[in-house]
Nanobody, 121 residues
Framework: QLVESGGGLVQVGDSLRLSCAAS????????MGWFRQAPGKEREFVAAISWTWGVPNYTDSVKGRFTISRDNAKNTVYLGMNNLTPEDTAVYYC????????????????WGQGTQVTVSS
């Protein structure tokens, strides 16, 4: 129901764009978010956007570098990532939920399988 793509191995300062295609019940949620989980760490909020208003919400560490956007016609949400650093290395997960403004894992009902992003120095 949520399928991510676009991860990979990049160098410091490079860019990537992740995609998340929504279908089924996940598509009927109000909010789409991106989370990430680095080895040995908890899953953390990265960014979110609503299907209707498109107002983005970012965690402080990615503001100015990452851009979340959506294409309602394609049922797809994107995460553009610029100026990547080794601290951005993680598995990135797409999520869908009903709670506007939620930044917690508990606020999302559907999850993708994750896509690995590795930033090499």
């Amino acid at each position: 129901q949520l399928v991510e793509s676009g991860g990979g191995l990049v160098q410091v300062g490079d860019s990537l764009r992740l995609s998340c295609a929504a279908s089924g019940d996940a598509f009927n949620m109000y909010i789409m978010g991106w989370f990430r989980q680095a080895p040995g760490k908890e899953r953390e909020f990265v960014a979110a956007i609503s299907w209707t208003w498109g107002v983005p919400n970012y965690t402080d560490s990615v503001k100015g570098r990452f851009t979340i956007s959506r294409d309602n016609a394609k049922n797809t949400v994107y995460l553009g990532m610029n100026n990547l650093t080794p601290e951005d290395t993680a598995v990135y997960y797409c999520a869908a939920g009903r709670k506007f403004g939620s930044r917690s894992v508990e606020g999302y009902d559907y999850w993708g399988q994750g896509t690995q992003v590795t930033v090499s120095s």
